[in-house]
């Protein structure tokens, strides 16, 4: 097998493509699609978003410190495009999506009622990296969508929410899972 060199870049895929909410107001509250996200600390709950410092959001949330990130899924795909090449300084991204707004409980951010899982933040400490600033977050709270919780488990199933990824300029829902955490180096039960 062999490859080819290729000039430098951000060639991590796939990606979250997630809605980052943002603005505790209804007449401020904006949403944007984000791909550079990743989780920073489990312990405490940390994450990251990136977000290009002439975004519309980026002055709300550093005004703020505060915002929430929405996973997507593949109905949620139209939106999710929609939001991240139109402006909220042009349009009422909620309106225009049909995304319902619903009111934060850990934050003063509306989440996305149709988003499968909402992750509450605040913003911890902001970096200056370049062409974006990375926005490092505490998370103060998650809001589970209940259709996805076993009633008689408490498991949530968050993989049967359909999720949606970004690899490349493109969105794919995810496929079949192919294993889980650890089976590589599962031992057989004995009987």
């Not at 991240?84 to 999506?97: L, P």
């Not at 995810?174 to 057989?188: A, D, I, Q, T, Y």
Request: aromatic share 8%; hydrophobic share 40%.
């Amino acid at each position: 097998m062999s490859h080819v060199e290729w000039k430098a870049g951000t060639m991590v895929y796939p990606a979250p493509a997630v809605l980052v909410s943002c603005g505790s107001t209804r007449a401020c509250a904006n949403l944007i699609t984000v791909a550079w996200t990743g989780t920073i600390c489990t312990n405490p709950p940390m994450l990251s978003i990136s977000v290009r410092k002439e975004r519309h959001s980026h002055a709300i949330i550093s005004s703020e410190m505060q915002f929430t990130v929405n996973l997507t899924t593949a109905a949620m795909a139209r939106a999710t495009d929609w939001c991240g090449v139109k402006s909220g300084r042009d349009y009422d991204k909620w309106t225009e999506t049909g995304l319902t707004p619903v009111p934060g409980v850990k934050n003063t951010c509306f989440y996305v009622a149709e988003s499968p899982l909402a992750i509450e933040c605040r913003v911890k400490e902001i970096i200056d990296l370049g062409s974006h600033d990375m926005f490092i977050a505490d998370v103060l709270g998650l809001l589970a969508d209940e259709q996805y919780i076993d009633p008689e488990t408490g498991a949530f199933d968050l993989a049967a929410s359909g999720l949606m990824a970004y690899v490349h300029g493109g969105y794919y829902s995810l496929g079949e899972k192919l294993g889980h955490f650890g089976f590589s180096v599962r031992k057989n039960k004995k009987r």
